[in-house]
């Protein structure tokens, strides 16, 4: 069986897998990395979005043995410590889940939409997250969150409910910029 | 290297940032009414989750399930043999090896004398009914080797006539689903004489419409866990209902109650998917007993298209019978439903959900309700957010809106000249129920404010007379709806197979912290969050201090779960109650200890004093001497806790005014949402954040019906929606931002004052968006449009009144 080589979270795997197994179950069955779920079987809902080497993936959709060699990042290895990442803090602030199940998927989703427009429209937040089903919240606050961990990301620091405007950059350390690294601010209240 | 998360750390520092908003009149208590943002969210937004497929165990095995590729046939012979040769297979079953003991998949709501309940194995054994009925199983070392053991199963089948179309279903002559016939039950109502209102009346409309099959489409996939411990059993299940499930698990399989324990752990959305008594459940269970081992079963999402039950499926005929002026004189309903193949847990009483619902917010002298259930060769149909409420309000709300158009009248003016004024209730409408209270002029004022009412009737109007080919259509949805599931007596008068209490218990540990035991069970409703606030406020401890334990039987033994709407109006309700009997012991245990009469004694912020003095006891100090037990008073045990039941006398009326604009090309029948304002009436608030969430994924969902969602069969009786690029449910691409607000008209049915809100704007949209459509369509003539209104549906529906009309417009 070939034999793969992986940095999940942080922590390096050398992992023996059949040229099948999908990236999510390695993560999920053998690695325990169960923070990433799985909601689809044609790459559809988004569930399992994982950064594989810095992009978002849809783990289901990519082989273990495709990411051979490759850095992949769960929802789980974004917070260090007690901080949470800007994006998991914004998402609890506007109230961007019930259920909870496609948050994972939601929130690297996101993080990576971010590298490519690091202050999304709403209709630039809504296009960009076509490809991550949510069933519960009706995606109106999925897309504050998203524009308020924008704003974090970028050096504003809580930045009031979304729909105002960034560039309120109003004091506070600034946050971690690039996408997967934890922000340097804390979750206590200001 | 990543830190380790200290998930604990997460929620103590979110938990301190989430004093959102101002308390209210602190003499309302300071938790209730406020938006707190939910502790529920630390291990969700962390990875840090429980779902049941997470669930590993030591020997644990998977199971695999062949399913019918055959809508309807005999199954003539199943050989597993060659299954069990293949690598890493432990087991393979046929539906035959279980018949003596998989009993009959239950169906709890009987809805008539007539009703036929045919016997429903969880394997089929000589006959299956739908594509996707699971014939045989494997149970393997991995998910893997299951699936691949499968396709070494050999089941050979005798093909029958499938049976697809309700009406042909009832013709004579028509293929038999099952031997007593297609018809499963006809259940009939009246209030008031339809005769006499329909006579002579001035106006009479006739329409017919059809509610598509839907997929409920919870995010998380169905799973199940069923470990053997100790002499019993423990069953991890995605479910939104563990007690019912473990009482009927019991009843199926002859398991003894008291040795099964159900879990539900992290249960990710159920929308009614989840409340259900499934074969995979029951045969899990059974796997287990026979292999002596953990097993584990977890569907694909394909997999659960196919055999997760479906939801509405309805062909709904309603007469209106009006005044020139608009005034109602009566509703007669008529009433096709697709049972599917089986009745499951409540899959004939959904219909009767929306029997009492066809009058609406409106007056009438009569109402004339029938329903005739059917077997088809589908997957069954059972609970769908709503369920039965939806389709009634779609109906009745739909044919205001064309009884508007008929009479050429505002549908806002019908509305208000037909619907229950504010000082008229509690008011008991013809189909028997009591709205206990409601103020529709605040609710619709309000909403017509928000959206600009008569600015888009202007341009409306403006586009109209200069045929521009991208109409503007409003649509309106003056919404009510019974929920709150509860009163047990009206449950058990419609002969429903079980009570509509709520449970809970609230115990005050040692260092004073509180924990509280619900029956309901959350998977995303906020329960945790929402039921700290209640007991926060009704003991006067901080919110923080309080824990909610739930989804367990072996940790909250009673209850009757989550679906109707009902966790907050009956399950919250109980919270507090068994709050207020603690305090009714802290006190009698502070009056002892202040050696004061019972009576001096009053309670307020945490703190039981001796009227007109400062001595006192905090209830923090009441746990500790409580459980210290040195000095209590004759005859009282050591512990501060009370269990506590609610059961309402009245169902929870909800309501509000949806309001919907939608631009339709008329030329590619492409139809974009513009705006949608949304000012729902859900009594008193606990949470808003949370109510808010929840008006706004139901009204996606209810416009998920209106313009993308439909389940379709080929003629075979194939599903050819099987996965989530057939089966389009909205993304964030495809939605507006909704514009929702609140007015608050408090239950009288309840201490708190609260309604249901779960399943509010899902009831409300669809009629609001599909009323908006044809709207748009009416200068071309168009008076319907199927749902779900795709852009080919739309352009049909053009091109055929087009055609009627000789081609003038």
Same mark, same amino acid.
């Given at each position: 069986?070939?034999?793969?080589?992986?940095?999940?979270?942080?922590?390096?795997?050398?992992?023996?897998?059949?040229?099948?197994?999908?990236?999510?179950?390695?993560?999920?069955?053998?690695?325990?990395?169960?923070?990433?779920?799985?909601?689809?079987?044609?790459?559809?809902?988004?569930?399992?979005?994982?950064?594989?080497?810095?992009?978002?993936?849809?783990?289901?959709?990519?082989?273990?043995?495709?990411?051979?060699?490759?850095?992949?990042?769960?929802?789980?290895?974004?917070?260090?410590?007690?901080?949470?990442?800007?994006?998991?803090?914004?998402?609890?602030?506007?109230?961007?889940?019930?259920?909870?199940?496609?948050?994972?998927?939601?929130?690297?989703?996101?993080?990576?939409?971010?590298?490519?427009?690091?202050?999304?429209?709403?209709?630039?937040?809504?296009?960009?997250?076509?490809?991550?089903?949510?069933?519960?919240?009706?995606?109106?606050?999925?897309?504050?969150?998203?524009?308020?961990?924008?704003?974090?990301?970028?050096?504003?620091?809580?930045?009031?409910?979304?729909?105002?405007?960034?560039?309120?950059?109003?004091?506070?350390?600034?946050?971690?910029?690039?996408?997967?690294?934890?922000?340097?601010?804390?979750?206590?209240?200001? | 290297?990543?830190?380790?998360?200290?998930?604990?750390?997460?929620?103590?520092?979110?938990?301190?940032?989430?004093?959102?908003?101002?308390?209210?009149?602190?003499?309302?208590?300071?938790?209730?009414?406020?938006?707190?943002?939910?502790?529920?969210?630390?291990?969700?937004?962390?990875?840090?989750?429980?779902?049941?497929?997470?669930?590993?165990?030591?020997?644990?095995?998977?199971?695999?399930?062949?399913?019918?590729?055959?809508?309807?046939?005999?199954?003539?012979?199943?050989?597993?043999?060659?299954?069990?040769?293949?690598?890493?297979?432990?087991?393979?079953?046929?539906?035959?090896?279980?018949?003596?003991?998989?009993?009959?998949?239950?169906?709890?709501?009987?809805?008539?004398?007539?009703?036929?309940?045919?016997?429903?194995?969880?394997?089929?054994?000589?006959?299956?009914?739908?594509?996707?009925?699971?014939?045989?199983?494997?149970?393997?070392?991995?998910?893997?080797?299951?699936?691949?053991?499968?396709?070494?199963?050999?089941?050979?089948?005798?093909?029958?006539?499938?049976?697809?179309?309700?009406?042909?279903?009832?013709?004579?002559?028509?293929?038999?689903?099952?031997?007593?016939?297609?018809?499963?039950?006809?259940?009939?109502?009246?209030?008031?004489?339809?005769?006499?209102?329909?006579?002579?009346?001035?106006?009479?409309?006739?329409?017919?419409?059809?509610?598509?099959?839907?997929?409920?489409?919870?995010?998380?996939?169905?799973?199940?866990?069923?470990?053997?411990?100790?002499?019993?059993?423990?069953?991890?299940?995605?479910?939104?209902?563990?007690?019912?499930?473990?009482?009927?698990?019991?009843?199926?399989?002859?398991?003894?109650?008291?040795?099964?324990?159900?879990?539900?752990?992290?249960?990710?959305?159920?929308?009614?998917?989840?409340?259900?008594?499934?074969?995979?459940?029951?045969?899990?269970?059974?796997?287990?007993?026979?292999?002596?081992?953990?097993?584990?079963?977890?569907? /694909? #999402?394909? !997999?659960?298209?196919? &055999?997760?039950?479906? $939801?509405?499926?309805?062909?709904?005929?309603?007469?209106? *019978? +009006?005044?020139?002026?608009?005034?109602?004189?009566?509703?007669?309903?008529?009433?096709?439903?697709?049972?599917?193949?089986?009745?499951?847990?409540?899959?004939?009483?959904?219909?009767?959900?929306?029997?009492?619902?066809?009058?609406?917010?409106?007056?009438?002298?009569?109402?004339?309700?029938?329903?005739?259930?059917?077997?088809?060769?589908?997957?069954?149909?059972?609970?769908?957010?709503?369920?039965?409420?939806?389709?009634?309000?779609?109906?009745?709300?739909?044919?205001?809106?064309?009884?508007?158009?008929?009479?050429?009248?505002?549908?806002?003016?019908?509305?208000?000249?037909?619907?229950? /004024? #504010?000082? !008229?209730?509690?008011? &008991?409408?013809?189909? $028997?129920?009591?709205?206990?209270?409601?103020?529709?002029? *605040? +609710?619709?004022?309000?909403?017509?404010?928000?959206?600009?009412?008569?600015?888009?009737?202007?341009?409306?109007?403006?586009?109209?007379?200069?045929?521009?080919?991208?109409?503007?259509?409003?649509?309106?949805?003056?919404?009510?709806?019974?929920?709150?599931?509860?009163?047990?007596?009206?449950?058990?008068?419609?002969?429903?197979?079980?009570?509509?209490?709520?449970?809970?218990?609230?115990?005050?540990?040692?260092?004073?912290?509180?924990?509280?035991?619900?029956?309901?069970?959350?998977?995303?409703?906020?329960?945790?969050?929402?039921?700290?606030?209640?007991?926060?406020?009704?003991?006067?401890?901080?919110?923080?201090?309080?824990?909610?334990?739930?989804?367990?039987?072996?940790?909250?033994?009673?209850?009757?779960?989550?679906?109707?709407?009902?966790?907050?109006?009956?399950?919250?309700?109980?919270?507090?109650?068994?709050?207020?009997?603690?305090?009714?012991?802290?006190?009698?245990?502070?009056?002892?200890?202040?050696?004061?009469?019972?009576?001096?004694?009053?309670?307020?912020?945490?703190?039981?004093?001796?009227?007109?003095?400062?001595?006192?006891?905090?209830?923090?100090?009441?746990?500790?001497?409580?459980?210290?037990?040195?000095?209590?008073?004759?005859?009282?045990?050591?512990?501060?806790?009370?269990?506590?039941?609610?059961?309402?006398?009245?169902?929870?009326?909800?309501?509000?005014?949806?309001?919907?604009?939608?631009?339709?090309?008329?030329?590619?029948?492409?139809?974009?949402?513009?705006?949608?304002?949304?000012?729902?009436?859900?009594?008193?608030?606990?949470?808003?954040?949370?109510?808010?969430?929840?008006?706004?994924?139901?009204?996606?969902?209810?416009?998920?019906?209106?313009?993308?969602?439909?389940?379709?069969?080929?003629?075979?009786?194939?599903?050819?929606?099987?996965?989530?690029?057939?089966?389009?449910?909205?993304?964030?691409?495809?939605?507006?931002?909704?514009?929702?607000?609140?007015?608050?008209?408090?239950?009288?049915?309840?201490?708190?004052?609260?309604?249901?809100?779960?399943?509010?704007?899902?009831?409300?949209?669809?009629?609001?968006?599909?009323?908006?459509?044809?709207?748009?369509?009416?200068?071309?003539?168009?008076?319907?449009?199927?749902?779900?209104?795709?852009?080919?549906?739309?352009?049909?529906?053009?091109?055929?009144?087009?055609?009627?009309?000789?081609?003038?417009?």
């Amino acid at each position: 069986m070939p034999e793969v080589t992986v940095t999940v979270d942080g922590v390096a795997y050398e992992e023996e897998v059949e040229p099948r197994l999908l990236l999510v179950h390695l993560l999920r069955d053998r690695l325990g990395r169960t923070g990433t779920p799985i909601g689809c079987d044609t790459g559809n809902c988004g569930s399992c979005t994982v950064l594989l080497d810095g992009r978002s993936a849809k783990s289901c959709s990519v082989l273990a043995v495709q990411a051979d060699g490759s850095d992949v990042v769960t929802v789980e290895g974004l917070a260090s410590g007690g901080d949470l990442h800007p994006m998991q803090r914004a998402f609890h602030e506007e109230h961007a889940l019930q259920c909870g199940y496609c948050t994972p998927g939601m929130i690297m989703a996101a993080i990576d939409l971010l590298r490519d427009d690091p202050d999304p429209s709403e209709e630039a937040v809504r296009r960009g997250l076509e490809g991550n089903l949510c069933r519960c919240t009706g995606y109106c606050t999925i897309v504050r969150a998203v524009r308020r961990g924008a704003r974090a990301m970028s050096g504003g620091r809580d930045a009031g409910p979304g729909g105002e405007a960034g560039g309120e950059a109003a004091g506070g350390p600034a946050g971690g910029e690039a996408a997967g690294e934890p922000a340097g601010e804390g979750v206590a209240a200001p | 290297m990543t830190e380790q998360l200290d998930a604990g750390l997460v929620a103590r520092r979110i938990a301190g940032s989430d004093q959102v908003g101002e308390p209210r009149d602190p003499a309302e208590g300071r938790e209730v009414g406020r938006a707190r943002r939910r502790r529920e969210d630390a291990r969700l937004i962390t990875g840090r989750t429980r779902w049941t497929d997470n669930i590993q165990l030591p020997g644990m095995l998977h199971v695999a399930f062949l399913r019918s590729p055959m809508a309807h046939a005999r199954l003539t012979r199943v050989d597993v043999s060659a299954a069990l040769a293949m690598p890493g297979v432990v087991a393979a079953f046929s539906g035959r090896d279980f018949a003596g003991e998989q009993g009959s998949l239950p169906c709890a709501w009987p809805v008539s004398e007539d009703v036929v309940i045919p016997d429903h194995p969880p394997m089929a054994v000589d006959r299956v009914r739908y594509v996707g009925e699971a014939v045989a199983c494997v149970v393997a070392t991995d998910r893997y080797r299951a699936a691949d053991a499968l396709e070494a199963i050999e089941a050979d089948y005798e093909p029958l006539e499938a049976v697809l179309d309700m009406t042909e279903a009832l013709s004579d002559g028509a293929p038999a689903v099952h031997e007593a016939g297609n018809q499963a039950f006809t259940w009939r109502f009246s209030g008031g004489d339809a005769d006499a209102a329909f006579h002579d009346a001035p106006v009479v409309l006739d329409r017919t419409y059809v509610q598509q099959r839907l997929i409920p489409t919870a995010m998380e996939p169905r799973a199940v866990v069923a470990v053997p411990e100790g002499e019993g059993f423990t069953l991890y299940s995605a479910t939104q209902i563990p007690h019912i499930l473990r009482v009927m698990l019991a009843l199926t399989t002859g398991i003894p109650e008291h040795l099964l324990r159900v879990v539900a752990p992290d249960v990710g959305g159920g929308f009614g998917s989840k409340l259900q008594v499934t074969a995979e459940e029951v045969l899990g269970l059974l796997l287990a007993r026979r292999l002596g081992r953990p097993v584990k079963w977890t569907e /694909s #999402r394909s !997999e659960g298209n196919l &055999t997760a039950h479906h $939801g509405r499926d309805q062909i709904q005929r309603i007469s209106v *019978a +009006a005044e020139r002026d608009g005034r109602i004189r009566g509703v007669r309903v008529d009433l096709l439903a697709d049972m599917g193949a089986y009745l499951m847990l409540v899959t004939p009483g959904v219909p009767l959900l929306g029997a009492f619902m066809y009058s609406g917010v409106y007056k009438m002298d009569a109402y004339d309700f029938t329903c005739t259930g059917v077997f088809t060769t589908k997957v069954p149909t059972d609970a769908y957010r709503g369920a039965g409420r939806p389709e009634a309000t779609f109906a009745i709300e739909r044919a205001v809106d064309e009884l508007a158009a008929e009479l050429g009248l505002d549908p806002v003016e019908v509305r208000r000249r037909n619907w229950i /004024s #504010r000082e !008229e209730f509690p008011y &008991t409408t013809v189909a $028997g129920l009591t709205y206990d209270s409601g103020d529709y002029e *605040a +609710a619709t004022e309000r909403a017509l404010a928000l959206f600009g009412y008569d600015e888009l009737r202007a341009e409306q109007a403006d586009r109209r007379e200069r045929r521009d080919p991208v109409q503007l259509g409003i649509g309106v949805s003056t919404y009510t709806e019974m929920c709150g599931l509860a009163p047990s007596r009206v449950l058990g008068s419609l002969s429903y197979g079980a009570g509509g209490w709520e449970h809970a218990a609230v115990r005050l540990l040692p260092t004073g912290k509180v924990e509280v035991v619900t029956g309901t069970s959350p998977h995303g409703q906020g329960h945790e969050t929402s039921w700290s606030q209640i007991t926060a406020d009704a003991l006067g401890v901080p919110f923080e201090d309080v824990s909610v334990l739930h989804g367990d039987t072996a940790v909250s033994p009673r209850g009757m779960d989550t679906y109707g709407s009902r966790s907050l109006v009956v399950g919250g309700v109980a919270v507090l109650a068994a709050c207020e009997k603690v305090k009714e012991k802290a006190k009698r245990l502070a009056a002892h200890l202040l050696e004061a009469a019972d009576d001096d004694v009053e309670f307020a912020d945490g703190t039981f004093r001796v009227r007109g003095t400062d001595q006192g006891r905090t209830i923090q100090e009441l746990a500790l001497a409580a459980f210290a037990a040195h000095d209590l008073p004759d005859g009282f045990e050591p512990r501060l806790d009370a269990d506590a039941t609610f059961d309402p006398e009245n169902f929870s009326f909800p309501h509000g005014t949806h309001l919907c604009a939608v631009e339709a090309d008329t030329e590619t029948g492409r139809v974009a949402i513009r705006s949608y304002v949304a000012v729902d009436d859900v009594g008193r608030v606990v949470n808003p954040l949370i109510v808010e969430g929840q008006v706004r994924g139901g009204i996606a969902q209810g416009i998920g019906q209106a313009l993308f969602e439909e389940a379709v069969h080929d003629t075979g009786g194939n599903l050819l929606t099987t996965t989530m690029a057939d089966y389009l449910i909205p993304s964030a691409a495809d939605l507006p931002d909704f514009v929702t607000d609140r007015t608050e008209t408090p239950a009288t049915s309840n201490p708190l004052g609260v309604k249901g809100v779960g399943e509010a704007g899902t009831i409300a949209a669809t009629p609001a968006v599909v009323n908006a459509v044809v709207d748009a369509l009416r200068p071309h003539g168009v008076r319907d449009v199927p749902m779900p209104c795709t852009p080919e549906r739309v352009w049909r529906a053009l091109a055929r009144s087009r055609a009627n009309d000789g081609g003038t417009r």
